[in-house]
């Protein structure tokens, strides 16, 4: 089932895409509750995409049988 946020999903969908945002739109970074957008000084989407592609291209270098084991592992 679902897990209800206070923040819509439309509201969600429109805010930035950062490495700090939260599933209930805060900040994980600082201490807000909402996170303030595309003015807020650790908006870092760059850094974001930067973390993703690496942790992706190390997994790839991994064999088969690794990937499953951690993907087991982690999402069940």
């Known amino acids: 089932m679902r897990k209800h946020t206070?923040?819509?999903d439309d509201?969600?969908?429109s805010l930035p895409d950062c490495r700090f945002l939260n599933e209930k739109g805060g900040c994980e970074?600082?201490?807000f509750s909402r996170c303030v957008g595309e003015k807020c000084t650790f908006l870092s989407p760059e850094a974001h995409s930067?973390?993703?592609?690496?942790w992706?291209?190390?997994l790839s270098l991994l064999s088969?049988?690794?990937q499953l084991r951690i993907?087991?592992?982690y999402y069940g």
């Open 29 to 31: 970074r600082l201490s």
């Open 11 to 13: 509201e969600l969908l």
């Open 64 to 66: 088969e049988e690794e």
């Open 50 to 54: 930067a973390d993703l592609s690496g």
């Open 6 to 8: 206070p923040m819509g």
């Open 71 to 73: 993907a087991k592992k």
């Open 56 to 58: 992706k291209s190390r």
